[in-house]
């Protein structure tokens, strides 16, 4: 067993975290998925802070199978972005249904992806079902979808909380980011993440959460 630590826990009292609880839950309500970006820069500090926080994730047995990687140079993007738009152009003609089509009438999308180029920062998560040993020796991550989908949930809440916007892009299949990167052959693109400021005048769907007995039961 690996040494312990104190923990590091300060309790609010009843009160305080009700106030906590609904303080966080007023601001993450607000946040939209936006796709029309600004290109005004956004300070590399910001971007790593966010990452940080994503990093502090849990993990099925701490092992921390992810990677992130942050794209600023225009040629990257736009070499991402034309590998997007021909696989987002056939999803749209002939890979989607006709079902999953109609349900995305209501957000305007189609398969150009604009906002690739336009965003100052895209966010590639990777994910790493195995780690390689010092020798080259594979080494098995656990959980590591569950893990990964922890690390991106905390990752579009830093976004948030720190006045940024983003969209969730998974132009499938993603295996090009991994040759686009160079990454290494234990990693597996999981979700990109445009981030940055919403551009003037930027609007989102009008649409509806599900209320709150459609998506919590107690027993």
């Known amino acids: 067993m690996s040494p312990t630590l104190p923990l590091s826990f300060a309790p609010l009292d009843a009160r305080a975290t009700e106030a906590a609880a609904a303080d966080f839950y007023r601001s993450l309500s607000s946040r939209r998925t936006v796709r029309d970006f ?19 994730a849990p993990s099925g047995a701490h092992k921390q199978p992810w990677h992130f990687c942050v794209v600023a140079d225009p040629a990257i993007k736009q070499q991402i972005r034309e ?25 305007g999308t189609d398969w150009q992806k604009p906002f690739l180029t336009t965003a100052p920062y895209l966010i590639v998560v990777f994910k790493k079902p ?24 905390m990752l579009i809440a830093a976004i948030h909380l720190a006045g940024l916007v983003t969209v969730t892009h998974t132009p499938s299949p ?12 234990n990693e597996r693109a999981y979700l990109l993440l445009p981030v940055g400021l919403p551009a003037a005048g930027a609007r989102v769907p009008a ?8 998506v919590l039961s107690w027993y």
Not at 40 to 53: D, K, L, W, Y
Not at 89 to 101: D, I, P, T
Not at 207 to 214: C, F, H, L, P, V
């Open 174 to 185: 993603m295996n090009f980011l991994q040759r686009v990167l160079d990454r290494p052959e």
């Open 130 to 153: 195995y780690d390689l040993g010092p020798n080259g020796e594979k080494q098995k991550n656990y959980y590591v979808n569950e893990s990964v989908g922890i690390a991106c949930g």
């Open 207 to 214: 649409i509806e959460r599900k209320a709150m007995e459609e």
């Open 83 to 107: 590998a997007a738009e021909k696989e987002e152009y056939e999803n749209y003609h002939g890979r989607m249904s006709a079902e999953w089509l109609d349900d995305l009438k209501i957000f």
């Open 38 to 56: 600004a290109p005004t820069p956004v300070p590399r500090e910001v971007i790593e802070q966010i990452v940080a926080t994503a990093a502090t």
